[in-house]
């Protein structure tokens, strides 16, 4: 599985940016699909996930800004970011995962950069 993820940019705060990430190959087994990130000199977190049914999650930064979806016919996953703020600057993730991690996918990287 190849997971392509794309929809990174420059944006001044409280712009908007939508990222994608479709993944090519069989997802079967898949159970979630997730965007984390990771700014110059910080651990990678955790910004958003949604499980096969459909449940969501997000980092407490990123509350009420961001909304992950997922559209299941394209093997795609979605992170719409609104309110961007420059500490939302970093390189974006997506992630695909199984039940205990067995299967776990990562894409290349975005690179979303927001200028105050």
């Known amino acids: 599985v190849r997971l392509q993820a794309s929809g990174g940019g420059l944006v001044q705060a409280g712009g908007s940016l939508r990222l994608s990430c479709a993944a090519s190959?069989?997802?079967?087994?898949?159970?979630?699909m997730n965007w984390y990130r990771q700014a110059p000199g910080k651990q990678r977190e955790l910004v958003a996930g949604i499980k096969s049914g459909g449940n969501t999650d997000y980092a407490e930064s990123v509350k009420g800004r961001f909304t992950i979806s997922r559209d299941n016919a394209k093997n795609t996953v979605y992170l719409q970011m609104n309110m961007l703020k420059p500490e939302d600057t970093a390189v974006y993730y997506c992630n695909f995962k199984s039940a205990f991690g067995i299967r776990d996918y990562w894409g290349q990287g975005t690179l979303v950069t927001v200028s105050s």
């Open positions: 190959g069989s997802i079967f087994g898949i159970n979630a």
